[in-house]
């Protein structure tokens, strides 16, 4: 393998992960589907402009991800909306096999044959399948366009970046995704479906956020008694969701 098919291999593993990189606000969370139950996160320490830095499991790009608020107004949420994550993750499938096929283009037949057949007829077929696989994937998104609940300027926007950039098109599963349950509260959301590890773990990186969140917050405002709530509920190990009932 020559220099340059070492750059074009680190060129498009590089603009996946930043394709796939999270910015989490300090009330927001992530939750992924395990192969039993879910799992969740508040992101790292490291910041940018402010948000929390969250890099989803790179070896499962098909993996859809929710984005979700654990800090809400009494009333400004709706309960766990299981049957509709069900009806998304249903409608995600075709798509979660379209990006396995285009990890596997991508990161085992391309270098593959980078590596033993560095013939312009073998290129040209392995370019032309991973356009095609990419376009497929445009194509069902565009037909499944309502149950996958995006708008036509996210659809735009999806088919760009899925066209124009085949890395981006490895994370398709998890930008779909991330546009849905917007609405639920997600420390109500982790109390339904976590294993009780797993959200003791949550626990534990939510109160070093609620404290540096506090430390923003006049002593006397309505937000500081929520998250003086919340930090009480949250060390009593026994939340379920963070408001001005909690």
């Not at 593993?13 to 910015?23: C, G, R, S, T």
């Not at 395990?34 to 830095?53: D, T």
Request: some cysteine.
């Amino acid at each position: 393998m020559m220099e340059a098919d070492v750059w074009l291999m680190a060129g498009i593993v590089a603009f996946y992960l930043y394709d796939a990189a999270i910015l989490l606000y300090a009330d927001e969370l992530v939750a992924w589907p395990r192969r039993r139950g879910w799992s969740a996160s508040v992101g790292g320490q490291l910041q940018w402009r402010g948000r929390f830095v969250f890099l989803p499991p790179p070896l499962l790009p098909w993996r859809p991800l929710l984005r979700l608020q654990w800090l809400r107004a009494a009333g400004d949420s709706v309960p766990v909306q299981q049957s509709a994550l069900d009806d998304l993750r249903r409608a995600l499938k075709p798509l979660q096999i379209a990006v396995a096929l285009m990890a596997v283009l991508l990161v085992a037949l391309l270098p593959l044959a980078l590596l033993l057949w560095r013939r312009w007829e073998v290129m040209l077929l392995l370019l032309g399948a991973i356009y095609l696989l990419s376009a497929c994937m445009v194509l069902y998104s565009v037909r499944a366009r309502v149950a996958l609940g995006l708008s036509r300027a996210a659809l735009v926007s999806l088919a760009i970046d899925t066209l124009a950039c085949p890395p981006f098109a490895l994370n398709v599963v998890r930008k779909i995704s991330l546009r849905h349950a917007t609405d639920m509260d997600g420390l109500q959301f982790a109390t339904a479906t976590l294993a009780p590890a797993e959200l003791q773990r949550l626990h534990v990186h939510l109160l070093p956020r609620v404290e540096a969140l506090l430390q923003g917050e006049p002593a006397d405002s309505p937000r500081a008694g929520q998250l003086r709530a919340c930090q009480q509920s949250l060390q009593s190990q026994e939340p379920e969701r963070c408001d001005e009932s909690a």
